[in-house]
């Protein structure tokens, strides 16, 4: 089994296929949206596949160390041509491509009108544990 | 109160509750919650025969659990028939458990998380954190695998070499957590040793010796910060030298019967590495050796590429370099390897620009980590 990290961009990634942004979606469709996450995450529970999901906050900084005895510097809020990464889901699969196949799955979520988003979702894998036996 | 000899007799209780009729599953699911018991009131009282109390108690949570008349008739009707069982009928039954958890219908990870779970005796918390996934998801995975063999028949005949993939997958994984895994893949394949007395097999000899050989380096492998030592740098007098004698002497007893395969051609190369008492002592030619023994029996570029390192140190880099070159370059460490040999040529420009990029497609952080070292170190080099 391998881990794989599946990555939602609020900005950053290529245009979705459904791109209305989702202030403009119904109500209905938001909740909609939010039901077939929390199914998806529910069924790869159930197939022993499912790790973690965070949603994060838009707000943020990007912050570094200033020198001794100062205090760190922060630079934000996040430029609007700035990648933005929207959250995340960690799966532990057999194969790349149940993978892929997966976040497939997970960028089918209807957006506006109902419709799948086909939104681009990053795929990215683990680094993973050294092995015993190494000759 | 002993955990361990509650994980030792799990098997052999399921065993017996499939012998009387139990599906696999169910069975499975009331060993658990007798095992679940066993550790609230063994440490107050710990029976007089404990094998005695599980398989009582997990026969009490069957029955409750299956209280309809037509099965308590079936169930009475084959306990009836079938003898109780002595200690080979003990024994081939924890065998049949080893088979069934290791069915070819099974995914590997699905296979190594049953074994741990039926034949182990670890909870699904311990396996979970084992393997970094939520104890749900692993509750989920064990649940499906025995699903999956719902249909296999308990006493169906198995095939030994998917139950040696499986420990050595288990070996292989390492060890996280609580549960030392490396040390319950050994105690595992020790049992399964003692168990199978098919004359055809020497490979479960040649597992164990493997894994008794590698474990043997452990407390020479990582430094106090968790990074890696490679082999040549290894404090041999680290290694754990009871394990390396019952290792080979595992060996040479599979080896005197004449039917190699692949897990004893790697202990082989391994008992050689254990023998030299400093890395400049290695027995090179006789590893290159047994790596061409290994390339026989199974015609794999990984082994080609180490195969390759051998020949560099027993023939020197140009003559690793050219047996590199006839390695498949997408093989995972071509371009470690292919540094390493071009730092021993002398043309240390090329390693370090090799060690850089093997460094970016490094599997691991430890990897990644030694290679980024080495690359640093010959640019210093370079520099100075």
Redesign the interface.
């Known amino acids: 089994m391998a881990k794989y990290l599946l990555l939602k961009h609020y900005r950053g990634a290529p245009d979705a296929v459904n791109n209305v942004p989702m202030d403009q979606w119904t109500p209905q469709e938001i909740e909609d949206h939010v039901q077939y996450m929390n199914d998806f995450a529910a069924r790869l529970e159930t197939t022993g596949e499912y790790v973690d999901s965070q949603a994060l906050s838009p707000e943020g900084t990007f912050a570094r160390y200033d020198g001794e005895g100062r205090p760190p510097v922060t630079d934000g809020p996040f430029a609007e041509t700035k990648d933005l990464i929207a959250g995340w889901m960690v799966i532990d699969v057999d194969t790349y491509e149940r993978a892929l196949e997966l976040a497939g799955e997970l960028s089918a979520a209807p957006g506006a009108g109902g419709n799948p988003i086909h939104e681009w979702l990053e795929l990215r894998p683990f680094l993973s544990a050294p092995p015993t036996v190494t000759e | 109160m002993d955990e361990l000899l509650l994980r030792e007799l799990t098997p052999a209780v399921i065993g017996v509750l499939a012998r009387r009729g139990v599906d696999f599953a169910t069975a499975e699911d009331a060993v658990q919650e007798a095992l679940i018991q066993a550790t609230e009131t063994w440490p107050d009282q710990q029976p007089a025969d404990p094998k005695g109390w599980l398989v009582t108690v997990a026969w009490r949570k069957f029955l409750d659990a299956h209280r309809s008349d037509a099965s308590r008739r079936d169930r009475e009707q084959r306990v009836a028939v079938e003898p109780p069982p002595g200690p080979t009928e003990a024994a081939d039954d924890t065998l049949q458990l080893f088979f069934l958890c290791a069915h070819p219908s099974l ?4 296979a190594v ?1 049953l074994t741990l779970r039926a034949v182990g005796g670890l909870t699904t918390r311990q396996i979970a954190q084992a ?4 104890d ?3 509750a ?3 649940s ?1 695998a025995k699903r999956t063999v719902r249909d296999v028949r308990f006493s169906e005949p198995g095939d030994l070499a998917t139950v040696l993939r499986v420990l050595y997958l288990i ?4 060890y ?1 957590g609580d549960v030392d895994l ?1 040390a319950e893949a050994i105690r595992l394949t020790r049992q399964l040793a003692s168990m199978t007395d098919d004359p055809d097999d020497t490979e479960t000899a040649g597992l164990l010796a ?1 894994m008794l050989l ?2 043997a380096r452990r407390p020479a492998r990582t430094r106090r910060d968790g990074s ?1 030592v490679p ?1 040549a740098e290894q404090d041999r007098s680290r290694w754990n030298t009871s394990l390396i004698a019952e290792g080979v002497a595992v060996l040479q007893t599979a080896l005197a019967r004449d039917r190699l395969g692949e897990f004893q051609a ?1 202990a082989a ?2 008992a050689l ?1 254990a023998d030299a008492p400093r890395a400049e002592e290695t027995d090179w030619p006789q590893i290159v050796g047994w790596y061409d023994e290994l390339l026989r029996l199974t015609e794999s570029p990984v082994v080609a590429l ?1 195969r390759a390192v051998a020949i560099g140190e027993a023939d020197g880099p140009a003559a690793g370099l050219a047996a590199l070159a006839k390695v498949d370059p997408g093989v995972p460490r071509h371009t470690a390897a292919s540094a390493y040999l071009h730092e021993k040529a002398g043309d240390i420009a090329t390693a370090a620009r090799l060690y850089a990029d093997a460094a970016r497609c ?7 980590h030694h290679l980024t070292r080495q690359a640093a170190r010959i640019s210093q080099a370079l520099r100075g």
């Open positions: 995914s590997p990870a699905s998380a393997y970094l996934v939520p749900a998801t692993m989920q995975r064990i499906r070996f292989n994984e390492g996280t490396a493997l590698h474990h890696l082999l790697q190369i391994a590495h180490n490094a599997p691991n952080l430890a990897e990644r």
